[in-house]
T-cell receptor, first 115, second 114 residues
Framework: DAGVIQSPRHEVTEMGQEVTLRCKPISGHNSLFWYRQTMMRGLELLIYFNNNVPIDDSGMPEDRFSAKMPNASFSTLKIQPSEPRDSAVYFC?????????????FGPGTRLTVL | AQSVAQPEDQVNVAEGNPLTVKCTYSVSGNPYLFWYVQYPNRGLQFLLKYITGDNLVKGSYGFEAEFNKSQTSFHLKKPSALVSDSALYFCAVSEDTGRRALTFGSGTRLQVQP
């Protein structure tokens, strides 16, 4: 299995631009998570989906952020408009079933820089 | 609410010596505890987890962790450190009630000196 796939791996954009991050979970996994990692705040959960339905989006920072999972093999995290404080590494992770004892499989991350 | 504390930002140890990375947690229900490792410019990799049963859990690369319910701790250990163990280590917790997603600690950087 190829593991969790994220694209792009690096993104540099200017303030005000729209940014779309993409994630393909491991085939057969039913739950998908988006995290953000920064030096100041560490690793924080943004949103997670189970069977393509958003379950917990309490970590989404504000309305500029939105996430979708149109099917079991694809999810997007969109920031519009982007701001310099959004600069971070964004990780996607998946698990086979929505059970709290299942370990998560992480993608390599997307490093976002907003100038 | 769930929380995880990793009291040490960095742990330094000489190669061949035992290492311990500390973690304490707080949950409302029964905890499920995890350790992940992150190498530079990489995603997190799962090391081990505690669900139930034996308090000593063995995982990848010779790591183990001890669950202590009374002290609400889940410290990561290895009998003999390798230089290649140098990385960022995260403790995480979830539970079977309330919020089911993982909550991560702030991370501990392990530096193993040759």
């Amino acid at each position: 299995d190829a593991g969790v796939i994220q694209s792009p791996r690096h993104e540099v954009t200017e303030m005000g631009q729209e940014v779309t991050l993409r994630c393909k979970p491991i085939s057969g996994h039913n739950s998908l998570f988006w995290y953000r990692q920064t030096m100041m705040r560490g690793l924080e959960l943004l949103i997670y989906f189970n069977n393509n339905v958003p379950i917990d989006d309490s970590g989404m920072p504000e309305d500029r952020f939105s996430a979708k999972m149109p099917n079991a093999s694809f999810s997007t995290l969109k920031i519009q408009p982007s701001e310099p404080r959004d600069s971070a590494v964004y990780f996607c992770a998946s698990i086979p079933r929505d059970r709290p004892y299942n370990e998560q499989f992480f993608g390599p991350g997307t490093r976002l820089t907003v100038l | 609410a769930q929380s995880v504390a990793q009291p040490e930002d960095q742990v330094n140890v000489a190669e061949g010596n035992p290492l311990t990375v500390k973690c304490t947690y707080s949950v409302s229900g029964n905890p499920y505890l995890f350790w992940y490792v992150q190498y530079p410019n990489r995603g997190l990799q799962f090391l081990l987890k505690y669900i139930t049963g034996d308090n000593l859990v063995k995982g990848s690369y010779g790591f183990e962790a001890e669950f202590n319910k009374s002290q609400t701790s889940f410290h990561l250990k290895k009998p003999s450190a390798l230089v290649s163990d140098s990385a960022l280590y995260f403790c995480a917790v979830s539970e079977d009630t309330g919020r089911r997603a993982l909550t991560f600690g702030s991370g501990t950087r392990l530096q193993v000196q040759p």
